[in-house]
């Protein structure tokens, strides 16, 4: 079955990195274009980058210069490198996963990994 394993988060400062790992199985991973999304308590889901299956990768303006997205697809593996972390990043940050080159998020997701900057 389809899985989506999430892996990095954790405490940093303020100006600190962090680089999240979201492990995939089930599908064929290079088909797939692959998010990262964050929920933080009181906002709306926010899409953050976007790796398509066709090579286009997309950000969003609050997280532009500051994260990359990557993957491997050998390791079946999507990463994404947080640096110059700020206090309003601070979420619950998923992976997913849709079929094709699209910017729609599909019905794959991964469990979350917490990551909380603060001093």
């Known amino acids: 079955q389809v899985q989506l394993v999430e892996s990095g988060g954790g405490l940093m400062q303020p100006g600190g990195s962090l680089r999240l790992s979201c492990a995939a199985s089930?599908?064929?991973?290079?088909?797939?274009?692959l998010g990262w999304y964050r929920h933080a308590p009181g906002k709306e889901r926010e899409l953050l980058a976007l790796s398509m299956s066709n090579g286009g990768i997309n950000y969003a303006e609050s997280v532009k210069g500051r994260f990359t997205i990557s993957r491997d697809n050998a390791k079946n593996t999507v990463y994404l490198q947080m640096n110059s972390l700020k206090t309003e990043d601070t979420a619950v940050y998923y992976c997913?996963?849709?079929?094709?080159?699209?910017?729609?998020?599909?019905?794959?997701w991964g469990q979350g990994t917490q990551v909380t900057v603060s001093s």
């Open positions: 997913n996963a849709a079929p094709g080159p699209t910017v729609e998020a599909g019905r794959y």
């Open positions: 089930g599908f064929i991973f290079s088909f797939y274009s």
